[in-house]
């Protein structure tokens, strides 16, 4: 059965992810504006605490059980038992049939340049070249084109606050789960989560952030094993090294009719025409406006 496009998505009328604060526009005018909220989750791994995060509130769930997979807390043999979200004392508990060397692994940490400092921590590194990219999928570039538009017109938390980034599960030209955080990092991690709790395989699928290419949306978008990744917004050095080393296709700059492909081109399939390709509306390029947020 094919997948229906924005099995999730944001919800802007959800109310309690963001507050309405006074304050004045440019004019010296009172206004008031409807701001992001911020709050601190707390992740457990059976009865260890792993990390207190900062996020937007909504699917902890996904969020907490995500965050352990892209840190290889949680592995793919491993038999989830429960994921167990307390709203009295913010946090979630992912309890699995294994026993890890969370001390071993918290002992290596690496500080990311993702937004809010995002950090791995482990042999993440080390392993990076074991996780296996699906050499045979190949990606059209009129489903770029496609993707692009739907995402960025779709109803979205950031037009009504700002200050967040999306991150959205696609399959062929369809958006499949869309998700919205402070950092895009928590975005990435509630897909993560989604897909191992709805049993969503990687097969055939592409990421698509509203975020910088770095290092560690590379590798954490490696991990999922998903092998095309695509944004609206620019590169790093280390990213794109990553992403070759990696064999990830990598495209960045994705707006309107203009993109950059920087790795893994062999996968592209060059079937629009650019110039049939109409600018984004001015409405697209504001919500876009993300990227360095």
């Not at 699928?205 to 095309?228: A, D, H």
């Not at 492909?261 to 060059?270: I, N, T």
């Amino acid at each position: 059965m094919e997948a229906t496009e924005f099995e999730v998505r944001p919800d802007p009328e959800d109310s309690r992810l963001y507050e309405m604060v006074a304050g004045l526009d440019q004019d010296g005018r009172r206004i008031e504006a409807p701001i992001i909220n911020e709050r601190p989750l707390t992740l457990y791994l059976n009865d260890r605490r792993v990390v207190t995060a900062v996020t937007i509130g909504d699917h902890p769930e996904y969020l907490a059980l995500g965050y352990l997979l892209n840190q290889a807390m949680v592995r793919r043999e491993d038999t989830i038992l429960a994921v167990e979200h307390d709203p009295e004392t913010r946090s979630v508990r992912v309890r699995i049939d294994a026993d890890r060397d969370l001390d071993a692994m918290m002992s290596k940490r690496t500080h990311t340049s993702g937004c809010a400092l995002g950090t791995v921590y482990g042999e993440i590194l080390e392993r990076f070249m074991d996780t296996p990219l699906d050499t045979s999928v190949a990606f059209r570039t009129s489903w770029l084109y496609a993707l692009s538009r739907k995402i960025n017109t779709a109803p979205s938390l950031y037009l009504t606050t700002g200050a967040i980034h999306g991150c959205v599960l696609c399959e062929e030209d369809r958006p499949l789960v869309f998700m919205e955080d402070v950092g895009r990092h928590n975005a990435v991690d509630k897909i993560a989560g989604y897909m191992r709790m709805h049993g969503l395989s990687p097969r055939g699928k592409s990421f698509y952030t509203t975020g910088r290419l770095t290092s560690e949306m590379v590798m954490k978008c490696v991990q999922m094993e998903i092998p095309v990744l695509v944004s609206r917004s620019g590169f790093t050095a280390w990213g794109v090294e990553l992403a070759r080393e990696a064999g990830l296709t990598l495209i960045g700059r994705a707006k309107g009719k203009r993109f950059m492909v920087l790795s893994g081109e062999d996968r592209l399939v060059w079937d629009a025409d650019p110039a049939a390709v109409s600018e984004e509306p001015r409405s697209a390029k504001r919500k876009g406006s993300t990227s360095d947020e």
